[in-house]
């Protein structure tokens, strides 16, 4: 399909999101949005209710990625860089390991920041030290490359955090930061580069750094790669990396020290993109519109609240509406067409920050906060909290559902509640 037949089919409104593409296999789950509508999860997290827990041998913050009954977590294991595969039960399957680790310099970062993606059949894993690897399912090595030793340092002043994204072209993966940032694809089985595109853009200070990870969407059945960072989002073809449109204008004031760490999240027809210093009080919620060809700034830059955002949590979703969650505690219900803030709704007051990106089930939703509390929130009949809850451990990584159990990765275990 040309891409002017679907820019015309785009403009008749035809647009929409494709959930059985490459992408299921997602650290923000099956629709790349945090959403899991088909997880009825109790929501007690208590004794009687846990599962399993087992623990890690070394620092790590990845997001778990569930593929069939497999967990997989990546962390350092003495000095080195480890993929592991947990069975659904919590016993560890297998273990790869993929280079010497260069270790985080946030403390609530680690040099395994960045989550593993699949295609289904095989696991792909990136580190801050630049090892890209292949795996098969039994944690073979396919193959191996280190993309700073190829590329060059990465000068992002924090850790590494883009995760990789599974495309049926490829596996793609970003790095933004001063200097040559860029956005490439890889063949699944050799790892060779398929292409690798330019994605420069000049900023403010710090304004160039990006944290945050590719989703894949659909126009009209055509796969395409929405990326945030360098203050624009831009949408790519999987086949070669060309830039089919790209929208800027996120921070016309010019304000420095302004990364783009949430992922982009989209719902409906709208691409919503948290930005701005939430931690900081200065907020900044847009949406855009998935449609049009070149620069679409005047035309699909569409709304903007500078009430409510998050600079760390990327949003969620759960039924008409985006779900924000402030980094010190509030959440927010946005309407995706007008972002008009519909229900606001405030965690308890405590002086640690939300690192990990909220998760909603059926009818209730998961924040963990950095110290360990997590706290379950009925987003049905009404808002209301539902439980407290206080691991014993740090936790960053973002929670997981898989059928009626919720994964949780701590700083020390992984965790899994019924």
């Not at 996120?250 to 409906?268: L, R, T």
């Not at 930005?275 to 700034?297: E, N, S, W, Y």
């Not at 009404?382 to 929670?399: D, M, N, Q, W």
């Amino acid at each position: 399909m040309s891409w002017s037949l679907v820019w015309l089919l785009c403009l008749a409104g035809l647009n929409h999101l494709n959930p059985t593409m490459a992408a299921n296999h997602h650290w923000r789950g099956p629709h790349q949005n945090g959403h899991f509508p088909d997880e009825d999860f109790s929501g007690f997290l208590d004794d009687e209710h846990l599962l399993w827990k087992e623990p890690l041998p070394g620092p790590g913050t990845s997001t778990p990625l569930v593929v069939e009954d497999l967990i997989l977590i990546t962390y350092a294991k003495e000095g080195t860089n480890t993929v592991a595969a947990f069975s659904i039960d919590g016993d560890l399957e297998w273990t790869a390991q993929c280079g010497t680790e260069t270790p985080g310099r946030h403390r609530n970062g680690s040099g395994s920041n960045p989550s593993v993606t699949s295609d289904g059949k095989h696991f792909f894993a990136y580190f801050k030290s630049g090892d890209w690897v292949g795996l098969d399912a039994q944690g073979k090595t396919l193959w191996k490359r280190n993309l700073v030793q190829e590329y060059g340092e990465v000068s992002l002043y924090w850790d590494t955090g883009t995760s990789p994204l599974s495309t049926s072209n490829g596996v793609v993966i970003t790095r933004m930061h001063e200097g040559s940032s860029w956005l490439a694809s890889f063949h699944p089985l050799t790892g060779e580069l398929q292409w690798k595109v330019p994605r420069d853009y000049n900023t403010p200070v710090e304004g160039d750094h990006g944290y945050s990870s590719p989703i894949l969407t659909s126009l009209d059945g055509q796969e395409v790669i929405l990326v945030w960072g360098g203050q624009h989002l831009t949408c790519h073809d999987p086949a070669n990396g060309e830039v089919i449109w790209e929208c800027g204008e996120f921070n016309p004031d010019e304000k420095p020290y302004w990364p783009a760490v949430a992922s982009p999240m989209q719902i409906q027809n709208k691409v919503i993109v948290a930005f701005g210093r939430a931690d900081k009080r200065q907020p900044r919620l847009h949406g855009i519109g998935l449609r049009g060809m070149g620069d679409v700034t005047a035309t699909q830059h569409l709304w903007e609240n500078q009430i409510h955002s998050s600079f760390v949590p990327s949003p969620t979703t759960h039924g008409s509406l985006a779900i924000l969650l402030s980094d010190r505690g509030t959440l927010a219900g946005i309407d995706p067409t007008t972002g008009e803030s519909i229900w606001t709704f405030e965690l308890p007051e405590h002086r640690s920050s939300y690192y990990a990106s909220p998760s909603a089930g059926k009818d209730k939703l998961i924040a963990a906060r950095e110290d360990g509390a997590v706290f379950v929130v009925n987003l049905a009949p009404e808002v209301s909290l539902f439980s407290e809850s206080h691991l014993g451990e740090r936790v960053i990584a973002s929670p997981v559902f898989h059928g009626e159990r919720l994964i949780l990765r701590g700083e020390k275990h992984l965790i899994s509640f019924r």
